[in-house]
Nanobody, 116 residues
Framework: QVQLVESGGGLVQPGGSLRLSCAAS????????VGWYRQAPGKQRELVAT???????TYADIVKGRFAISKDNAKNTVYLQMNSLKPEDTAVYYC??????????WGQGTQVTVSS
C-alpha cells in the first residue's frame, strides 16, 4: 500500500502561480510513473502531467508551457509548478502513483481555485 498526500493548493488570482506537492510513503524512484490529474465540477478527471521512472515527462496540451512536473527521489515527492494560471485551471488536483502497469494509487486531492 502506498499513501500519497497532496498539498499546496489554494486560491490564486489569474496569472498567478502555485506549486503542488505529492509526498509518497514509498520510494518513488521505483515507481513506473507518477502523474497529476485534475477534476473540475461536472467534468471527468483528466491527465495534466506525468513523470516516468527515468525522468521523461508528458503534458496535456492545455498546460504545456505553463506547468512543469518534477520529482525529488530523495524526498519521495513529486511537484507540479503551475504558472500563468487561468480560471479554467480551477479543479481538484490529484496525484497518482503508477507502481507498475497493473497497480496504481491515488491521493485525496487538493483544491486549486483561480479567481479574482
Amino acid at each position: 500500500q502506498v499513501q500519497l498526500v497532496e498539498s499546496g493548493g489554494g486560491l490564486v488570482q489569474p496569472g498567478g502561480s502555485l506549486r503542488l506537492s505529492c509526498a509518497a510513503s514509498g520510494s518513488i524512484f521505483s515507481f513506473y510513473a507518477v502523474g497529476w490529474y485534475r477534476q473540475a465540477p461536472g467534468k471527468q478527471r483528466e491527465l495534466v502531467a506525468t513523470v516516468a521512472r527515468g525522468g521523461d515527462t508528458t503534458y496535456a496540451d492545455i498546460v504545456k508551457g505553463r506547468f512543469a512536473i518534477s520529482k525529488d527521489n530523495a524526498k519521495n515527492t513529486v511537484y507540479l509548478q503551475m504558472n500563468s494560471l487561468k480560471p479554467e485551471d480551477t479543479a481538484v488536483y490529484y496525484c497518482k502513483a503508477q507502481i507498475n502497469l497493473l497497480v496504481a494509487y491515488w491521493g485525496q486531492g487538493t483544491q486549486v481555485t483561480v479567481s479574482s
